[in-house]
């Protein structure tokens, strides 16, 4: 078994462990943060080319939860920058998995947070508080739902419908 890096299970050995419990997010995503492995409950935001809601949430406790969010695969704009990751560590988020760009991508690496998005681009998004929270969202083949638990690594991402362990030998 993989050693596990402050606590989280690796995602092989959750694959190994529970296979008919986990879903596999496609590849395609690449980690942007200063955490390359992290894990937590799902909270989600559904949004294109508009990060206000993004802002919103991370403005709240983040009680160790991941923020999924669907930007549609858009590569247009960034969904969350520095400023946006440096408030999500903040109020206690571990991270972000995003089907959309980042920004500050240097300065997001700095922190000591969890980001896994699929490319980097430099134009913001706009403000118009489009967008929707705490509701189902499905990218690279799978669905995420708030209260879900997903778990990113250098391998990949999976998720599960509760909180996952290893079993013990």
């Not at 406790?61 to 669907?70: A, C, E, K, S, T």
């Not at 560590?89 to 991508?105: E, H, P, T, Y």
């Amino acid at each position: 078994m993989t050693k596990a890096a402050a606590g989280a299970p690796a995602t092989c050995d959750l694959c190994d462990a529970w296979p008919e419990r986990v879903r596999v997010l496609a590849p395609g995503f690449a980690s942007f943060g200063g955490r390359r492995r992290f894990h937590g409950e799902v909270a989600t935001v559904r949004c294109l080319e508009d990060n206000s809601k993004v802002r919103e949430q991370v403005a709240s406790p983040g009680r160790g939860r991941v923020l999924v969010v669907d930007g549609g695969g858009s590569l247009r704009c960034a969904l969350m920058g520095d400023r946006v990751a440096g408030d999500a560590l903040a109020n206690g988020w571990a991270g972000f998995l995003i089907n959309g760009c980042i920004r500050d991508v240097e300065a997001v690496r700095a922190l000591g947070i969890g980001v896994y998005a699929l490319a980097p681009m430099p134009r913001k998004s706009e403000k118009r508080n489009r967008g929707e929270v705490d509701v189902p969202v499905s990218f690279g083949g799978t669905t995420f739902r708030p209260g879900d638990w997903v778990y990113c690594d250098e391998d990949g991402v999976v998720v599960s419908d509760a909180a996952l362990d290893l079993p013990v030998d």
